[in-house]
């Protein structure tokens, strides 16, 4: 079993960065791919970014594309969202998921049904 916690979610201006970490339990966080999603109320939960088991390996939607740094400490079992330049639309709880782990080092899944674990989700709002 997995457990994921995120934290760092919070108020901002547009323009201004935030940084996300989820912190996982469990002995299987360095062989699970990780990934961000987001949801706003009455809309689905969609994908942000996702990070391989290969931290070489990383793909990110294009609403966040250049400015999202998706990143991985597998000494901590932490996974990081660096977000800059954030606009208002960027606004929603912010969602850390783990796939199961032993899957291919090179893939990012980026469906909500290929991953299995999910934290409790962090708010972000950014005004404008």
């Known amino acids: 079993q997995v457990q994921l916690v995120e934290s760092g979610g919070g108020l901002v201006q547009a323009g201004g960065s935030l940084r996300l970490s989820c912190a996982a339990s469990?002995?299987?966080?360095?062989?699970?791919?990780m990934g961000w999603f987001r949801q706003v109320p009455g809309k689905e939960r969609e994908f942000v970014a996702g990070i391989a088991v290969s931290i070489l390996w990383t793909f990110y939607a294009d609403s966040v594309k250049g400015r999202f740094t998706i990143s991985r400490d597998n000494a901590k079992n932490t996974v990081y969202l660096q977000m800059n330049s954030l606009k208002p639309e960027d606004t929603a709880v912010y969602y850390c998921a783990a796939d199961p782990p032993g899957g291919s080092a090179f893939s990012v899944p980026k469906r909500i049904d290929e991953y299995d674990y999910w934290g409790q989700g962090t708010q972000v709002t950014v005004s404008s």
């Open positions: 469990g002995r299987t966080f360095s062989s699970s791919a």
